[in-house]
């Protein structure tokens, strides 16, 4: 099934849990499905106040109005009317809970809202069978937690189910169809459009979240385990140039969620940082679908085209590339961020290299999969990742020397050679286990400097980004 969402922010994290129960359907089913979330809808029948709808599901056999109820661990008994009644772990007797009202009422009221609505759009999608569903977590106990309200004009019916049960609930519904009227793809997609849902499918000329698209870019991130598109586009409000990546988070797995968790606690560490050479995040949206992040546009090209289209760079031009990037990373250590991927695809570099001598740069690469979780990491070593830039300590669960600096000092090591040997003979001088041969034109200075960086022994290892940078300042 292919569902299409809209790029509304997600309100809070269960709400996003029971998008993401939704979003399995796809996996189960092959039919065409709609969500909208956090929309408002007018009361058509009755001029009230609009109505606020936590997520909407339309799918041919029926339409679906969800309110995602955040419980607390405990058993809740649910009459068909008044305040529900709760007991917390470990207490003897229920009592009222004056803040949690009874939900059916209001779940009545939404499945009739989306069935006015969809009456106002067409006369012939009256019969549209509606559901109105209360997700509550799997830790809530349930006590008379399944109603029918008799309606006389719609066919509807309003029950609580856990987060576990919805797609079982929905599957089963679709395989013992109600009364109501079956509707096709494009009917849906005309209700979907008329309740205010927008797509969150992104490409040339599309406005999202602030941003306005324009021409895809080819841009890698290696080890990614989710697709991820690029796009040049613009911040509406300022107009300023950005860079725009969009990840989706599928496939669903416990690893895209691992990876999409950290990539956000990364760019929340990156807004703090004021730095010319670290990207400037303009925007970061968490939707339903899909994470979108932009930042200034930088106008260059990154360390691994530049080596390529030269062959290699000249020593002395590379040791002031590489010190220009490790100032950057020891501005970002003294932030308590270790990078932990810098990599020739990480760095970018402004044209003219000879002028600025690398002053000039950008040091991206902050979404990689080599973050500070063993899991993500190691995982990404699966899938043809290239590790000889990672510190070999990276490779290893729950290792005692991960996540420190001397993992970026390797990096800068290895960087280095890069630089100095060029792409053909850094591929050729790399053995199998992950060590790199210094041919005899490497020597002097640069050769130590290299190797006291590179140890495989992190005791061994040069023991910051500070003692890096002071041998590289010998050779300038």
Known sequence: ??????????????????????????????????????VLLPNVKHRYLPNEHDVILLLPHAGYTIDAKEYEPGEYMIPCNGPIEYRGPGEKDFHSVRELPCPYEIADKKAKILNGVCTEICQDFSNYHIES????????????????????????????????????????????????????????????????ARSSDVGPNVELCGLRFSQQINRREPGCPVQMEAFRGKEILTDIDTEIRVYRKWPWNGESDRFMARMRKRLKLLRKVSRDTVPRVIEAANLPDAFVFATQWFDGETIAELVCRRSSLPPNLAVSLVAHVAQTVQHLHAENIIHLDIRPEHVWVAPALEGHGGAQHLLAGFTSPLIDDSRVSTQAYADGFDASFAAPEMQYHRHPDRSKPQNDVFSLGQLLTYCVLGEAQYRQNLQDDGKLLLPERVGGRIRDCIRMSTEPRVAARLPSVEEFSRLLAVLK
């Open 1 to 38: 099934m292919s569902l299409h969402y809209t790029p509304n922010q997600i309100s809070n994290s269960f709400e996003g849990a029971v998008i993401r129960e939704l979003a399995q359907l796809s996996c189960e089913i092959s039919i065409n499905g709609f969500i909208a979330h956090n």
């Open 133 to 196: 569903v209360i997700v509550v977590p799997d830790h809530a106990q349930l006590i008379q937690c399944d109603t029918t309200t008799p309606v006389r004009t719609i066919p509807m019916r309003l029950r609580i189910v856990k987060l576990s049960e919805i797609r079982r609930r929905i599957l089963k519904d679709m395989r013992e169809p109600k009364c109501g009227q079956k509707l096709e793809p494009h009917h849906l997609e005309k209700i979907w459009h008329a309740i205010g």
